[in-house]
């Protein structure tokens, strides 16, 4: 059974940091190196948006709104992606999840909320 796990700080503040991280569990470690892993995020009335993918050769890209904030990296020997996220402000405030493009598969979601 494919699971994704997220984990790391959920409240932050304005011009502050914070660090998500997904750990990938129920598929071999070559499954996971070649196929693109992604966070997303959804605000209160608003759709679900990515925020950032990373691909298997390392490449990636950024929604614009955090583009020089936000760094999307992963490890593969630990089937893990991270994102750490700088320069926080309130119109971060979202559920947080990641995203595997093989499968589909989705992480529980986590609030993380920026106070100004």
């Known amino acids: 059974q494919v699971r994704l796990v997220e984990s790391g700080g959920g409240l932050g503040q304005a011009g502050g940091s914070l660090r998500r991280s997904c750990a990938v569990s129920?598929?071999?470690?070559?499954?996971?190196?070649?196929?693109?892993m992604a966070w997303y995020r959804q605000a209160p009335g608003k759709q679900r948006e990515v925020v950032a993918r990373?691909?298997?050769?390392?490449?990636?890209n950024y929604a614009d709104s955090v583009k020089g904030r936000f760094t999307i990296s992963r490890d593969n020997a630990k089937n893990t992606v991270y994102l750490p996220m700088n320069s926080l402000n309130p119109e971060d405030t979202a559920v947080y999840y990641c995203?595997?493009?093989?499968?589909?598969?989705w992480g529980q979601g986590t609030q993380v909320t920026v106070s100004s």
């Open positions: 995203y595997a493009d093989f499968g589909g598969y």
């Open positions: 129920g598929v071999s470690g070559s499954i996971f190196s070649i196929n693109a």
């Open positions: 990373i691909f298997s050769g390392g490449r990636t």
